[in-house]
C-alpha cells in the first residue's frame, strides 16, 4: 500500500473550512509537509511541521499532528476560489533525501 | 532568492525521437536536485535525484537518464521517447534546513 494516503476530493462552499486529511505510515518521519499545485504548475510548498509538534497557524492555515495515529490535516479557513487546486501531504525520514508524496486531494470550491 | 527554471515548458515529440529537459536553479550553492513524473493519475513519481555533481540516483528503471554537468544544472534524456513517457516533468531542489521540496513550472510532454 500506500506510503502516504489522502482522500481525492473535496468540495466546499466559499467562506467555510476546508479540512484536508493526510495519514502516513512511516512512524520515523520526521518532517511532513503540504503542497499546493495549481492548474499546469509545478508544487508550491504551503507550510511544513516537525514530527514533535501538535499545531501549527500561518494565517488562514493550520496543521494539525497526530503522530500516534499517524494522521496529519491542513485545514484553510475562509475558503476562497483561489484556494481550488490539488494539495499534496508529503513525509521526509530525518536524514534521508527522499519525499514521500500522496496522490493529492482535488479542492474545488464553489460559491 | 532562489529561482528554478525548466524548459521547454512544454513539447510534442514522435515516438522514438531523443527528449533533452533542462533545469537550472540561481541563488543557491551544491542543492540536491530532483526529476519527478506526473502522470494523469495526479501522483508524483520519483524519477532521478542528485546530491552532488556527476552523482546520480535512480529510482525508476526505464528508458531515461539524467545528468548533472554543473553544480545548478540537472537534465533529463532520452534516446528514444516512448508512448508511456508522456506526463508532466517537474524538477526540484531541496532545501537544506528541512528538506522541503522547491519546485519548478513543469514541461508538459507529449509523445506522438
Known amino acids: 500500500g500506500e506510503d502516504v494516503e489522502q482522500s481525492l476530493f473535496l468540495s466546499v462552499r466559499e467562506g467555510d473550512s476546508s479540512v484536508i486529511n493526510c495519514t502516513y505510515t512511516?512512524?520515523?518521519?520526521?518532517?511532513l509537509y503540504w503542497y499546493k499545485q495549481e492548474p499546469g504548475a509545478g508544487l508550491q510548498l504551503l507550510t511544513y511541521?516537525?514530527?514533535?509538534?501538535d499545531m501549527k497557524q500561518d494565517q488562514r492555515l493550520t496543521v494539525l499532528l497526530n503522530k500516534k495515529d499517524k494522521h496529519l490535516s491542513l485545514r484553510i479557513a475562509d475558503t476562497q476560489t483561489g484556494d481550488s487546486a490539488i494539495y499534496f501531504c508529503?513525509?521526509?525520514?530525518?536524514?534521508?533525501?527522499?519525499?514521500?508524496f500522496g496522490r493529492g486531494t482535488s479542492l474545488i470550491v464553489h460559491p | 532568492s532562489q529561482t528554478i527554471h525548466q524548459w521547454p515548458a512544454t513539447l510534442v515529440q514522435p515516438v522514438g525521437s531523443p527528449l533533452s529537459l533542462e533545469c537550472t536553479v540561481e541563488?543557491?550553492?551544491?542543492?540536491?536536485l530532483y526529476w519527478y513524473r506526473q502522470a494523469a493519475g495526479r501522483g508524483l513519481q520519483l524519477l532521478f535525484y542528485?546530491?552532488?555533481?556527476?552523482?546520480i540516483s535512480s529510482e525508476v528503471p526505464q528508458n531515461l537518464s539524467a545528468s548533472r554537468p554543473q553544480d545548478r544544472q540537472f537534465i533529463l534524456s532520452s534516446k528514444k521517447l516512448l508512448l508511456s513517457d508522456s506526463g508532466f516533468y517537474l524538477c526540484?531542489?531541496?532545501?537544506?534546513?528541512?528538506?522541503?521540496?522547491?519546485f519548478g513550472p513543469g514541461t508538459r510532454l507529449t509523445v506522438l
Open positions: 526540484a531542489w531541496a532545501g537544506t534546513l528541512y528538506n522541503e521540496q522547491f
Open positions: 512511516d512512524s520515523s518521519s520526521t518532517y
Open positions: 511541521i516537525f514530527s514533535n509538534m
Open positions: 508529503a513525509e521526509t525520514r530525518g536524514g534521508s533525501y527522499i519525499p514521500t
Open positions: 541563488g543557491t550553492s551544491n542543492p540536491n
Open positions: 542528485s546530491v552532488g555533481i556527476g552523482q
